[in-house]
């Protein structure tokens, strides 16, 4: 499988995308400040105990409290195989005022606040350092009886017994020698110390630990030996990309491409308009069937329909065949649209038992690429297929839409940052066709974003340093409306209110 990954920066945004064989499977957005939050530490302090839900809300900082379950295990141990230590999973009781640390595990999502837990992890490229968890486990992944023994008798010797901590052994540490399994753990339990240290003076609030950023994660925890080409396509994320490959030496540096085209570099590679598919509702199948794919807060639907598919034997074949179809499609749409949390398929009504066998073998099958964990349960007597997928992130449309405000919550429209990474493309388009001047009319609302925000400052005092940006605000325009037009003329007419980008 040919694998190749594009990374990209501007609008203080960063992007990610992962083309396996010419098809979009994955993408990711995130902000350069305060981006995703998942593996952070907080000092947080509790504000309210529920006895009923064993469950307390803690304040950290963020936008709404955070939720803490009492008795649960914390770290999802459950794609490893392992053995948990004498020791007691629940909390011991909270009260309100208590200062504790925690670190998120899910973002949030709706009106929901993030998930915490303070069973605390420090991820590495080959292990997990768990400071407070006495848990030595191994990656499923890894398959060879003898390496996994060896593996954990190796990662045994690194722990601290009287401090009664773990560490998880992660797939890449296969290939990896002692020495640099016990250079990284030591790294990471000088991570914690430090923590602890900042932690006894830190106010409620503070963050104690950032995970990596976006671009650097994905280095970390997906590249492998299958991948044919790293494009980038600004300077300085090159530039950072190739320090940490020449430092970590996994990765050949010829595999690192900078793009130095004229145009966006998603809408080069026709990535950018997949990426608008990844919010409609309808996907279409390669033999004519298609998918209506409907996301709620509490699960996701997907309908499986024939669509111009008619087949040529019996009614039976022709309806399995379409199934058959939808299950590699539906493995890729979760994928690319980070569907997370229940997912319940109605696929076509079929009659013989073993074709409802063998689509859920497929499907299971299929879902055995994406590195979140999903479990498949059998078909129902109806057709219906669930499956979980755990939440990795946030999902891909809460990038591209955002909550219609006039209909209150009942439709989307784009979102503001999506909007004006549209605007920079077909600046960057126009330029790219030879003109000097380009005027933009759109949305007023959307005017004053880019200009307070400085948005597309890096790019006017770089690449667009000679040329001349007009921005005309309206009214009546709706937020995801524009237009942009090149103009070569020396003296272009405009009105009153057209303003010069910077």
């Known amino acids: 499988m040919k694998k190749e990954w594009f990374f990209d920066r501007y609008c203080k945004q960063q992007f990610v995308a992962l083309l396996e064989d010419g098809k979009l499977m994955e993408f990711a957005a995130e902000k350069e400040e305060n981006g995703a939050i998942v593996g952070n530490i907080y000092k947080g302090r509790v504000v309210n105990v529920l006895a009923g839900m064993n469950a307390a809300f803690v304040s950290c900082g963020l936008e709404r409290n955070c939720y803490l379950s009492m008795e649960e295990s914390y770290t999802d141990y459950t794609k490893y195989d392992g053995t948990m230590g004498a020791m007691n999973l629940r909390l011991p009781d909270l009260k309100v005022g208590d200062e504790i640390l925690v670190q998120v595990t899910k973002p949030p999502r709706g009106t929901k606040g993030a998930k915490v837990t303070t069973h605390l992890s420090f991820v590495g490229k080959t292990l997990i350092y768990l400071p407070n968890t006495d848990f030595l486990g191994i990656s499923r992944k890894i398959t060879d009886e003898k390496e996994r023994e060896d593996l954990l008798k190796s990662v045994d010797k690194l722990r601290d017994e009287k401090k009664g901590d773990g560490f998880i052994i992660r797939t890449k540490a296969v290939s990896a020698p002692m020495k640099k399994l016990k250079k990284e753990s030591e790294y990471l339990k000088k991570l914690w110390l430090d923590l602890i240290s900042r932690a006894k003076s830190a106010p409620v609030g503070k963050v104690l630990y950032n995970d990596i950023d976006l671009p650097v994660r994905m280095i970390r925890d997906s590249m492998g030996d299958d991948v044919v080409a790293i494009h980038v396509g600004d300077v300085d994320l090159y530039e950072r990309l190739l320090s940490l490959i020449r430092l970590q030496k996994e990765i050949p540096e010829r595999k690192l491409i900078l793009y130095k085209g004229e145009r966006m570099m998603f809408r080069e590679y026709g990535i950018s308009e997949i990426i608008y598919d990844a919010v409609r509702p309808t996907v279409p199948l390669e033999n004519g069937g298609y998918l209506v794919i409907d996301q709620t807060e509490a699960m996701t639907v997907i309908d499986v329909n024939t669509g111009s598919f008619v087949g040529d034997t019996s009614h039976e074949e022709t309806v399995f065949a379409v199934n058959l179809e939808a299950t590699k499609e539906i493995a890729r749409q979760v ?101 000097k001047s380009a005027i933009v009319e759109l949305n007023e609302g959307i005017m004053r974003k880019i200009l307070n925000e400085g948005l597309f400052t890096s790019d006017v005092k770089g690449r667009w340093a000679k040329k001349r940006i007009y921005l005309v605000p309206h009214r009546t325009y709706k937020e995801e409306y524009f237009s942009v037009r090149g103009d070569n003329a020396d003296v272009l007419s405009l009105p009153d209110n057209a303003k010069l980008l910077y």
């Open 335 to 435: 994928r690319l649209r980070n569907i997370g949390g229940i997912v319940v398929v109605d696929f076509i009504d079929m009659l013989e038992e073993t074709h409802k066998e063998k689509i859920t073998e497929v499907l299971a099958e299929y879902l055995k690429a994406d590195k979140a964990k999903c479990n498949v349960l059998p078909m129902s007597e109806l057709c219906l297929t669930q499956f979980t997928r755990k939440r990795v992130g946030n999902e891909t449309s809460s990038y591209l839409v955002k909550t219609c405000e006039h209909c209150k919550g009942n439709g989307y429209v784009h979102d503001d940052t999506f909007v004006i990474t549209r605007i920079r493309g077909d600046l960057l388009e126009c330029f790219a066709n030879g003109f």
